[in-house]
């Protein structure tokens, strides 16, 4: 009879988001990975095929935590919230941050995926949801261009005063700049 495992799946990864957060996402491995969890790296192999499986699943678990911080309710504004939401998300969690987003990982299929639900709360904003797809998709895209800068400044330790109200403000004024630009737009078109 096979022996029960010791380690279960999910403990294999938060082991592996604790080695993340700790020493960077490309010093994940199953050595690293038997060390915290004082074992072999047998149980890593038992529910995973491969590093390359288990890393998916790392990487998921961190967009998991992404998703979770841009969705908040920092402000009565859901646009606004899912940019404060990066920025804390820099900030928090620069490890994280940094594999998704500044490491050598094509990070195009997630920003398109966080795209799509940024539109999405473009919707519950009731002037936004009038403009056009088109017109939403170049707000976003503009938005996004400003936001991620700022949110790299925050990671980087460039923007000192990082605070929640302070990063709800810089963006904010930045946004209010990109939204007005965008209803003009719109108003032209008519």
């Known amino acids: 009879m096979p022996r029960k495992p010791i380690f279960n799946k999910d403990e294999i990864i938060e082991s592996s988001l604790k080695i993340v957060k700790e020493k960077g996402f490309k010093q994940l491995s199953a050595r690293e990975i038997a060390r915290e969890l004082i074992s072999s790296t047998r149980p890593v192999y038992e529910y995973f095929q491969s590093m390359e499986e288990l890393k998916m699943a790392v990487l998921e678990k961190t967009l998991d935590l992404l998703y979770d911080y841009i969705t908040r309710p920092y402000t009565r504004n859901p646009f606004l919230n899912t940019g404060v939401g990066y920025a804390i998300f820099a900030r928090d ?36 949801a009038k403009l056009s797809h088109s017109e939403r998709d170049e707000l976003l895209k503009r938005g996004w261009i400003y936001t991620h800068g700022f949110s790299v400044m925050v990671f980087s330790g460039y923007i000192k005063n990082n605070q929640d109200d302070q990063i709800i403000r810089a963006l904010s004024e930045a946004g209010e700049i990109f939204i007005e630009d965008a209803l003009q737009k719109h108003e032209k078109k008519k």
Do not use: C, M, Q, W
Not at 103 to 119: M, P, Q, V, Y
């Open 93 to 128: 969690h620069r490890e994280y941050f940094r594999t998704i987003f500044l490491e050598d990982n094509d990070a195009s299929g997630i920003i398109d995926e966080l795209l799509k639900k940024l539109d999405s709360e473009i919707l519950k904003v009731p002037e936004l």
